[in-house]
Every structure is written in C-alpha cells, then in structure tokens.
C-alpha cells in the first residue's frame, strides 16, 4: 500500500509539475505575443507619423522651415507653446521648457531653459530635434537660433496671438510641424463648437452687462481693452467691455475706472493677491459703483484668458457663469 502511495505521489508531482511548465509556456508565449503586438501597434504609429515627414512648414517669421522626420525630443520656451504640445500629446517629448510654464503640473519636472533669455548653453547640451520659440526670441536673439539651427535643430518661431483665430493658428502649425495634425484638428474643433455653444446662449441675452477687467491691483491698474483675449470673450457672451474705447493692455487711474461705473469687475492676479475681491470692494470713493453695490466681484485664473493656447475657452466659460449666472449655469 505504501509503495503505492508513493507511486501515487510521484505521479501527482509530476503531472502537476507538467501542468506548471506548460501554463508557464503558455504565459510566456502570450507575453512575447503581447509585446510584439504592443511593438507592431507602436512601430505602426511611428510610421504613421513619419509618413507626414518631411514637411515644410511658414513659421511666423515668416521663414521656410524643412522639418525631416518627427521630433523625438522638443524644448519649449513660451507657456503657451507648452500647453499645446501637452494637449498634442507631446508630453513625454517635452525635455525643456521656459521658466514660468506651470501647466500641466509635470512641467514642475521639467529642465527649465531660461524665458526671454534662453540658457543656449544648457539647450545646446541637450540637443533636442526642435525648439518651439516666439518672435520675441527671435527679433532680440537671432544668434541663439542661428547657433541652435548649426548644431541640427529644427527652430519654429511661433508668434504672439491677440485673438482666439491666432491661438488656432499656432496649435496648427505646432500640429503640423511635429506630426500632430490630426490631434490639432479635433482640439481646434471642440474649441469652435464650445465657443459656438456659449455664443449661442448668450444670444437670448437682452440686457448687456458692462465689465471692468482688472489685469493688475492698485495702485497701478491695469485692464484690456480691444484686440485682446478678455475682449474678445467678452464680445462671446454678449457682456460690454468698458474699456473698449482703448487698445490692448493700458492703465487707467481709480477715478477714470470709477466713471465707467461696471455692473461686474473681473480680476485676474489671484494667484499672487491673496484675497482680489476684498481688496476692490474695499477702495475708498467706489461704493456707488454697481459692481461694488452688489459685490460683483470675481477673479478668474489668469492663464485661461490671458495665454493662447486650449485652455482659453475654458477662460470663456468662467467669464460667462461669473457674469451671467442665471443663463450660463
């Protein structure tokens, strides 16, 4: 019986043992298969891409600029630039950035480059396949870039925007010129239609609310008048900017901004003043001011209405439920 038992035994073990070998294979096969799927799917998405390369794109310095294959590796020396390459899904290419880009936050993680003076020291070490620049840098250091384009990087200048027709145009050439088109497209799309959708709302509006735009505290106020973002948002939601009469960014003194008498006064420097709404309804000879009378006041995040990229229609919505709540709720 014993010698049975045993044999018994022995024949379990082994079966098991089999069993074991086998499932082994068969968990080794199917990760090997897994893998060479993963790598087909990624080789197949590389080849995509590079099927767009070479490309030649007009950058808005007006050059011709002969990208050959698709950046590996990008520095990025304007947040806004940063923004759209993040939501090309260029994240992981992304090895240097400005000084003030802070989104998304794993830019926190990322070498920073300089700003309006680039470190071209430290870029040059780097050596990535591009370099996403502005006009700014372009007018004030040319030698940088010129030395940049010497050493095999491809340089793309892109230009400031004053309107959200600018903003599309950059994350477009941005989307061309790193292989991203199609990605560009879509986030383009959803701007127009969520832009669209506010408009169109806002078109039942029969009385205009008038808004004063705070860019900056007292003593040295400052605000947005035409060709800019907040104007232009504004405009969208059918509200009256009281500064339209002025263009661009311009400083008005305490009594000036008083007459305009706003039904709404919008700050955008919260993220260094610690409580915006408290210091305005607080100044001295703006109590008969109607925003003030009804404490309408509200500050909304700067970067949302102020930098061209896709977060701008965000910037559209918050303007939009702060001041017509009752229609944008």
Not at 56 to 69: G, L
Not at 182 to 194: F, H, V, W
Not at 284 to 296: D, L, Q, R, S, T
Request: charge should be negative; include cysteine; charged fraction near 25%.
């Amino acid at each position: 019986m014993n010698e049975i038992m045993k044999k018994w035994g022995l024949f379990c073990s082994t079966l098991l043992l089999s069993m074991g070998i086998l499932v082994g294979c068969g968990s080794q096969e199917e990760k090997a298969q897994d893998e060479t799927t993963t790598d087909a799917k990624t080789e197949e998405t590389s080849n995509a891409t590079n099927e767009s390369f070479p490309v030649t794109i007009t950058d808005d310095a007006n050059r011709e600029v002969t990208i050959e294959e698709a950046p590996e590796t990008i520095v990025s020396i304007q947040a806004s630039n940063t923004e759209i390459a993040f939501a090309l899904g260029l994240g992981d290419k992304i090895v240097g950035v400005s000084d003030y880009d802070n989104y998304p936050a794993e830019t926190a993680d990322i070498q920073k480059v300089g700003a309006q003076d680039i470190n071209a020291e430290l870029v040059l070490t780097m050596m990535p396949d591009m370099a996403l620049v502005t006009d700014y840098h372009y007018n004030t250091h040319p030698q940088v870039l010129e030395q940049f384009e010497e050493a095999g990087i491809d340089v793309v200048v892109i230009g400031g925007a004053e309107s959200f027709a600018d903003a599309y145009d950059n994350i477009a050439m941005i989307g061309q010129a790193t292989g991203t088109t199609d990605e560009a497209d879509k986030i383009i799309a959803d701007m127009k239609e969520r832009l669209e959708a506010i408009k169109d709302k806002a078109a039942s509006i029969t009385e205009k609310k008038r808004v004063w735009v705070e860019v900056s505290p007292a003593p040295d106020i400052f605000t947005t008048g035409k060709n800019t973002f907040m104007h232009e948002m504004l405009e969208s939601i059918n509200a009256t900017n009281v500064a339209e009469e002025h263009d661009g960014w311009v400083k008005l003194n305490e009594e000036e901004i008083v007459q305009l008498n706003p039904d709404v006064i919008i700050t955008t420097y919260g993220y260094y003043i610690e409580d915006p709404k408290a210091e305005v309804l607080a100044r001295e000879g703006w109590a008969e001011v109607p925003a003030i009378k009804e404490g309408n006041v509200f500050d909304v995040d700067s970067d949302t209405v102020t930098r061209p990229g896709p977060r701008l229609i965000e910037g559209v919505e918050s303007l939009a439920k702060f001041i017509y709540p009752e229609t944008f709720k």
